[in-house]
C-alpha cells in the first residue's frame, strides 16, 4: 500500500531525502513547484516526484534492506539521466 502526501521542500543531504512542510491537497492546486512523497505502510519515503509548472523535474525512488536501512536510491534527473545507488545492510554505500 501506497500513500501520496505533498510537500512544499526536503531537508537533509543524506538519502533518503525528508520531506517538510506538508501541503493540503487544496494548497498543492496553487503552487508551482511542490514535491510528491510516496510512503510505504511503515511511513517510510520510497520515492518522491519534484513537480515544477506541472512537469517533474527530479525523481527519486528508494527500496530498504529488512532491517529498515535504505537498500538503493534510483534518481532520475530533468534530462531523463538514472543514476542507481546501493547500500549494504548497514545503510552505507555499498
Do not use: C, W
Request: charged share 25%.
Amino acid at each position: 500500500m501506497t500513500t501520496t502526501r505533498h510537500f512544499v521542500t526536503y531537508t537533509g543531504v543524506k538519502l533518503p531525502f525528508k520531506l517538510v512542510n506538508e501541503l493540503q491537497t487544496s494548497e498543492v492546486e496553487n503552487r508551482n513547484t511542490f514535491f510528491r512523497g510516496y510512503f510505504d505502510a511503515q511511513e517510510r519515503l520510497t520515492g518522491f516526484d519534484k513537480l515544477a509548472y506541472g512537469e517533474i523535474e527530479l525523481q527519486h525512488r528508494y527500496t530498504y534492506h529488512d532491517n529498515g536501512k535504505l537498500g538503493s536510491a534510483e534518481i532520475t534527473d530533468v534530462d531523463g539521466e538514472v543514476t542507481l545507488l546501493v547500500f549494504d545492510t548497514e545503510g552505507s554505500p555499498a
